[in-house]
């Protein structure tokens, strides 16, 4: 049935995997950082990963499409986050699920469910196994866990063209949903960083962050209605534009993470492919400066497509920007309508802030596919940004990782310099002072930007887990002691359960549990995400 | 304290009421309708209206805001229906609540909810009492009831000029809010037709809708963050741009309409007043082509402030619009950038699908306060759009209501033609042949619009409440048979109970009473709305 057999060690399949030219390539750049040479870890073996007996026999009647070979209890272990891949890599996989299912159908999956209930086991819903949150670990104090995978159930229902949405299976990944919407001229354009390997199912359970930077940017903006199976039955939401009856059955679901039920469908809304574009790449001496100019043509709202600022290291780094400035990046894009003005409006108000670009440097393409206008860094941060190779730097004594949140626009200044202070000492500790700090907006709004950290430096092969736990610690402190959110769209899993607790009202984990209660009463689906276990 | 009394029949103050002039004009125009001479009736003066005697005693600690006074329980045991200011006019109070609170403090709305629930009362958070949905009433089982009005606790906290947000009291009223932001050179533009009479902590509890037809409709959109009190103690979000945590804990709240916490405080975004006007006002032949227009507008994110369409009915008595043409008005509007190039687009949108408009009536104002161009319709409609009066056309024979919905696009036709044929039946039944069905738009996604109809026709005195029911019962049950949402804006109360549970989840019972079960474990908090008593 599958396409290819996941890989236990980087983001997606097998086909995914690096080669060991570019993990030979990445060896070297590490070294020029580091000043330590390291080979690429061999990628173990299947055959010699020891791994524990199954605690469970799946019955003949789910033999179909349940499974305890080793290579799918191995495949499911862990999730996307470097540390989890770089124990992978190093061959030691604990945790391993018991089982592993394929639902095809909805049948399979009541199947499945139902015997993962009344044997108590631990179940663990699975969608593209890119978490960075920990969030699909079998918890240690499991004493059996299923992990129920959706890759099969990954078709497209139906498709309102008139209404602009379609009806998901949860298991679909991005490309493969975007190829099928492609031929009948519509498109989700929803692209999280794990796009290629991640399903809608995952989106929706996580609250995934997409391709729009401002207006409509996570998934739940695209919602129009849910079915999920819980252990308490099916729920399904009705399919609206929009409601004003009570408060949203949508929204509870929403960032459930797998607690509440297992996602099968979601109608999401869609767009016509864009044939107008503009664009314009806008340099700010002052990386302040540069925000402030984001804040004021968000607040025009004209709703650009893209509205990216990177810091001077990121726009070095990423696009090529010489000396210390800041890069904004301004898109538009549609379908109907000619883009031209709303460029030349945004270019506008960037420059009364202090932004420089050259008039012929912004790009308008007016529906013909022939963009005029020279680009400048926005072409070459567009090749820098997408594609993320998770397996790549494993083990070559590099420990790089990012965080992201949101804050309000009067707190932004002070943030962002209490963020660099106190992660910058955290880095210096634990990294030395190689180590590196930076930022860019992955999403704006209105009232706040959210920016997403980057950090990165040498660290001493072994001591990655520890360096890179008392980094995430002041982050996770400094993030929430200066109001913003643990987490703008990477989710909350088990790793940032303990600040979420200190962000969110204290009434809302006994909610959470009360919510559980009802769905999930023997406390089978995801325990440890998002609330203890109850 | 209050700066008038409130009406016991009609929204607002007794400011609002209408005069005997303005009531003897409506008594002609229904003569002129009905064929039926009726007078209006008296209003009963409050020492003759007979109240049962309040079923507890005020302690002495809370005599300084908590009163049992006659004209303050008569003043709360309605909401803003017409047929509950209809038994208001005709002085039948059965079921007044027995106190009413007015907190001016969060201390005091602490100790007069303890007293509430440490007795064991029900206890109904009151706003602007404007509630059409029977929403604040005293349930007939009820031993003892207090009403906790917010209008004390009407001052904005802070404005934070920076992002654009503010916060709120609960009960601040929208004119009072307005006239405070006005100075900042800010704005809410959030307008209900209850504006002048409703709160923002009645806003977010039951998910109105505003100013924006499009993109940003509910005040879900505007919700920074909430503080509430609930019997378990204060439930506070953090406040945030966005964020990506969990599910939404505001999202829990906003549409709960009272039964989980008083809202005590609420940050809502904020709009720079604009400067910039652009609309126009665009006739079609006929009323489907006419919503295809909308439909091709809305799909191309233009997002205009002002997006609706009146059918031929509503054009010609709102806007005086001869013939038998659809009326569509298109507005934009900005603080910072001019919106000629958005109506021009939009206009152009319009005139593919049919839609007529001379360019000089194209009303566009550069900034300058002086619009060019002549207005047409647009104008006309807007005078007779805004304006309320709840109270002067009762007892005079004409029975009047609306109801609104969601619908996505694709059953949209078929959905308006089935409302038409069933509600119109059931208005002959009720009402007569000279009964009247009508419909507009009140706010549009891409996804599909929100229709909202209105109803009238001529009824024999007394028989309003039977000729209403078997309308209302036809009209919900048609609603949710073709798959509409019972309520876009007017939120569930008691009246559309029965007809939500068709629509919602069929667990979502059990969820909502669960998170009840967390924050009002004994089912004081408004027992009978929205779920089921438990």
Same mark, same amino acid.
């Given at each position: 049935?599958e396409?290819?057999?996941?890989?236990?060690w980087?983001w997606?399949?097998?086909?995914?995997?690096?080669s060991?030219?570019?993990?030979? &390539? &990445?060896?070297?750049?590490?070294?020029?950082?580091?000043?330590?040479?390291?080979?690429p870890?061999p990628?173990?073996a299947?055959?010699?990963?020891?791994?524990?007996?199954?605690r469970?026999?799946?019955?003949?009647?789910?033999s179909q499409? $349940?499974t305890?070979?080793k290579v799918?209890?191995?495949?499911?272990t862990?999730?996307?986050?470097? =540390?989890?891949?770089?124990?992978?890599?190093?061959?030691?996989?604990?945790?391993?699920p018991d089982?592993?299912?394929y639902?095809?159908?909805?049948s399979?999956l009541?199947?499945?469910?139902e015997?993962?209930?009344?044997?108590?086991f631990?179940?663990?819903p699975?969608?593209?196994?890119?978490s +960075?949150v920990?969030?699909l670990? +079998?918890?240690?104090?499991a004493t059996?866990?299923?992990?129920i995978? /959706?890759? !099969?159930m990954?078709q497209?229902?139906?498709v309102d063209e $008139?209404?602009?949405?379609?009806n998901?299976?949860?298991?679909?990944?991005?490309p493969?949903?975007e190829?099928?919407?492609?031929a009948r001229?519509?498109?989700?354009?929803?692209?999280p960083?794990?796009?290629?390997?991640?399903?809608?199912?995952?989106w +929706?359970?996580?609250?995934?962050?997409?391709?729009?930077?401002?207006?409509?940017t996570?998934?739940?903006?695209?919602?129009?209605?849910? !079915?999920m199976?819980?252990?308490?039955?099916?729920?399904?939401?009705?399919r609206?534009?929009?409601?004003?009856?009570?408060?949203?059955?949508?929204?509870?679901?929403i960032?459930?993470?797998?607690?509440?039920?297992i996602?099968s469908? *979601?109608? /999401? !809304?869609l767009q016509k492919?864009?044939v107008? !574009?503009?664009?314009?790449?806008?340099?700010f001496d002052d990386?302040?400066r540069?925000t402030?100019?984001?804040?004021?043509?968000?607040?025009?709202?004209l709703?650009?497509?893209?509205l990216?600022?990177?810091?001077?290291?990121?726009?070095r780094n990423?696009?090529?920007?010489?000396g210390n400035?800041?890069l /904004?990046?301004?898109?538009?894009?549609?379908?109907?309508?000619?883009?031209r003005?709303?460029?030349e409006?945004? $270019?506008?108000?960037?420059?009364?802030h202090?932004?420089?670009?050259h008039?012929?440097d912004v790009v308008?393409?007016?529906g013909?596919?022939q963009a005029?206008?020279?680009g400048?860094? $926005?072409g070459?941060?567009r090749?820098?940004?997408i594609?993320?190779?998770a397996?790549?730097q494993?083990?070559?004594?590099?420990?790089s990782d990012?965080?992201?949140?949101?804050?309000?626009w009067d707190?932004?200044?002070?943030?962002?310099?209490?963020i660099?202070?106190?992660?910058?000492?955290a =880095?210096?500790?634990?990294?030395?002072d190689?180590?590196?700090?930076?930022c860019?907006?992955?999403? *704006?709004?209105?009232?706040g930007?959210?920016?997403?950290?980057?950090f990165?430096?040498?660290v001493a092969l072994?001591?990655?887990?520890?360096?890179?736990?008392?980094i995430?610690?002041i982050?996770?402190q400094t993030?929430?002691?200066?109001g913003?959110?643990i987490?703008?769209?990477?989710a909350v899993?088990r790793m940032?359960?303990?600040a979420?607790e200190q962000?969110r009202?204290?009434?809302?984990?006994?909610?959470?549990?009360?919510?559980?209660?009802?769905?999930?009463?023997?406390?089978?689906?995801?325990?440890?995400v /998002?609330i203890?276990?109850c």
């Amino acid at each position: 049935m599958e396409k290819s057999r996941r890989s236990f060690w980087t983001w997606g399949y097998v086909a995914d995997e690096p080669s060991e030219v570019q993990r030979q &390539a &990445a060896a070297k750049a590490a070294y020029e950082r580091t000043g330590i040479a390291v080979e690429p870890p061999p990628i173990p073996a299947i055959a010699d990963i020891k791994l524990r007996k199954p605690r469970l026999a799946v019955p003949s009647f789910l033999s179909q499409f $349940v499974t305890s070979e080793k290579v799918d209890r191995i495949t499911h272990t862990y999730g996307g986050h470097s =540390l989890e891949l770089l124990r992978a890599i190093r061959g030691t996989f604990d945790e391993p699920p018991d089982a592993v299912a394929y639902p095809e159908t909805e049948s399979q999956l009541e199947q499945v469910l139902e015997w993962c209930v009344s044997n108590d086991f631990t179940t663990i819903p699975y969608g593209g196994g890119t978490s +960075v949150v920990w969030g699909l670990n +079998v918890p240690q104090d499991a004493t059996r866990a299923v992990s129920i995978d /959706l890759e !099969r159930m990954n078709q497209i229902l139906e498709v309102d063209e $008139v209404s602009r949405a379609a009806n998901f299976q949860a298991g679909i990944l991005g490309p493969s949903l975007e190829a099928q919407l492609k031929a009948r001229g519509l498109t989700l354009r929803h692209y999280p960083q794990s796009f290629p390997w991640s399903t809608v199912g995952g989106w +929706v359970a996580t609250r995934s962050g997409g391709h729009y930077a401002t207006n409509h940017t996570h998934i739940d903006d695209f919602v129009e209605s849910i !079915r999920m199976l819980s252990p308490a039955g099916w729920y399904e939401s009705r399919r609206l534009p929009g409601s004003g009856a009570g408060p949203s059955p949508d929204r509870m679901v929403i960032g459930s993470e797998g607690t509440l039920g297992i996602i099968s469908s *979601v109608w /999401l !809304r869609l767009q016509k492919r864009p044939v107008f !574009r503009a664009s314009a790449g806008v340099l700010f001496d002052d990386w302040m400066r540069g925000t402030e100019a984001v804040r004021a043509i968000v607040q025009t709202k004209l709703y650009p497509a893209n509205l990216r600022i990177l810091d001077p290291v990121e726009a070095r780094n990423a696009a090529g920007v010489r000396g210390n400035q800041a890069l /904004l990046i301004i898109g538009f894009e549609s379908a109907d309508l000619p883009q031209r003005l709303q460029i030349e409006q945004a $270019v506008a108000v960037a420059r009364v802030h202090g932004g420089v670009v050259h008039d012929d440097d912004v790009v308008v393409d007016d529906g013909t596919g022939q963009a005029t206008g020279r680009g400048g860094s $926005v072409g070459a941060w567009r090749n820098a940004f997408i594609g993320v190779n998770a397996g790549v730097q494993l083990g070559l004594g590099v420990l790089s990782d990012t965080f992201e949140t949101a804050i309000t626009w009067d707190r932004w200044p002070t943030f962002d310099a209490t963020i660099r202070h106190e992660v910058g000492k955290a =880095l210096q500790e634990a990294l030395g002072d190689a180590a590196a700090l930076s930022c860019r907006f992955t999403h *704006v709004y209105p009232d706040g930007p959210a920016p997403y950290y980057s950090f990165s430096g040498p660290v001493a092969l072994g001591q990655e887990q520890e360096a890179w736990q008392h980094i995430k610690d002041i982050a996770n402190q400094t993030v929430v002691a200066a109001g913003g959110t643990i987490t703008h769209h990477h989710a909350v899993g088990r790793m940032h359960k303990e600040a979420w607790e200190q962000q969110r009202p204290e009434l809302f984990g006994a909610m959470l549990r009360s919510l559980k209660q009802s769905l999930d009463p023997r406390n089978n689906l995801n325990p440890g995400v /998002l609330i203890d276990s109850c």
